[in-house]
Structures are given as structure tokens and as C-alpha cells.
């Protein structure tokens, strides 16, 4: 979630979890984002439930979050958060915005303002799946390097959690190389 959350940011139509449970074991899925994305509802904190391993977050041992708030500028600022083995708070602050004409396809920077001309700071953060509600979300990127399973609680249903690995995996994810993410609720 710190890096492509190039990582983050996002958000109005989803798709809900009956939408997902008839995806099981059929067919590959495009790996594109969700059709609209209300970014006020997005907005707020989220709670990292497993993502692919990458280098920036190798300190990180459980607890993470990102929390998302809107800017006046229709951007969002980011912070992203974990505990570290020795009970620590690592964080990371970033900004996000809109990339194109899906509302959904967002571009993330954690360098500083200073440098964000340059196209290489800014990272993809697409929400693939959405809940209806804004209870969970799922995001990845169009080369599939990344991967967030995220949840408005410390705890995501084990139901909806399977459906959304499954989903990820049909849209071309390396599932196997997911990394559930320890919740205690003490972040």
C-alpha cells in the first residue's frame, strides 16, 4: 500500500459482493478499474486486510491502514501507516489524483511536491472492485505488480475476502504471493 498506493486514493458505483460470488472459477477477467468512483466516499481511513509484498512496506508487520482525505484541489492526501516488529509506527504521506477519464484510475505520489512534474514519481492506484457501500475495496495496477485488499474494518468477512482473492486471480493477480496483513485494531 505505500508505494503504488503508486499506491493510492479513491472512488461511485462498485460492484457488491453478490457480483462477485458468480465469479468464482470461471473465465479470466479484464484487470480494469470499476466504472465510477465517488472520491467523498472513498475518503477516510481503510484498513490494509493482505496486499502483494514490496520492498517499501518490508519493515511492516501488521496494523496497517491508509487514510484517505480529500484536498481543495480535488486531490487526496494520503498517509499510509504500520506497525513495525518493535511496535513502532511507520508512516508514509502522499498525495493522489485522478489520472484520466476513468474515475477510478488514480496516480499516487509519495516524493516531494517539488518533484512531482516528473511522470516516474507518480504510481498507478486503480479500485478494481468496489462494495456498493464503501466497505471494501480491492486495488491493483495495470501491470499487476500491486495489490491492495482493503476494508473499512479491522476484520473483512472470510466470505467476501475469498471472493475478492478469486476475483484478482481471474484478472491475472499472483494470488499465491498474497500477503494477509495481522489486524489487532490498534493502529
Known amino acids: 500500500m505505500f508505494r503504488t498506493l503508486s499506491l493510492l486514493s479513491v472512488l461511485s458505483a462498485g460492484l457488491a459482493l453478490p457480483a462477485l460470488a458468480p465469479a468464482a472459477g470461471g473465465a479470466p477477467l479484464p484487470n480494469t478499474s470499476v466504472p465510477a468512483l465517488d472520491l467523498q466516499r472513498y475518503a477516510g481511513k481503510w484498513y490494509e486486510q493482505a496486499s502483494l509484498p514490496m520492498f517499501f512496506t518490508r519493515a511492516c508487520v501488521g496494523d496497517t491502514t491508509a487514510q484517505y482525505t480529500p484536498q481543495a484541489d480535488g486531490t ?15 508512516q ?27 511522470p516516474m514519481v507518480w504510481g498507478d492506484y486503480w ?61
Open 76 to 90: 487526496m492526501a494520503v498517509r499510509n501507516r504500520c506497525r513495525t516488529a518493535d511496535g513502532s509506527h511507520q
Open 92 to 118: 508514509a504521506d502522499a498525495v493522489a489524483r485522478r489520472a484520466g477519464q476513468n474515475p477510478a484510475e488514480l496516480e499516487v505520489r509519495f516524493a516531494p511536491r517539488w518533484l512531482s512534474w516528473l
Open 127 to 187: 479500485v478494481i472492485a468496489l462494495d456498493e457501500d464503501y466497505q471494501w475495496a480491492m486495488v491493483g495496477t495495470p501491470g499487476r505488480d500491486y495489490l491492495w485488499i482493503l476494508s473499512r474494518a479491522p476484520q473483512l468477512e472470510e466470505q467476501t475476502y475469498a471472493a475478492l482473492v478469486e476475483r484478482a486471480r481471474r484478472m491475472g493477480y499472483p494470488v499465491d504471493k498474497l500477503h494477509k496483513t495481522p489486524q489487532t485494531g490498534n493502529d
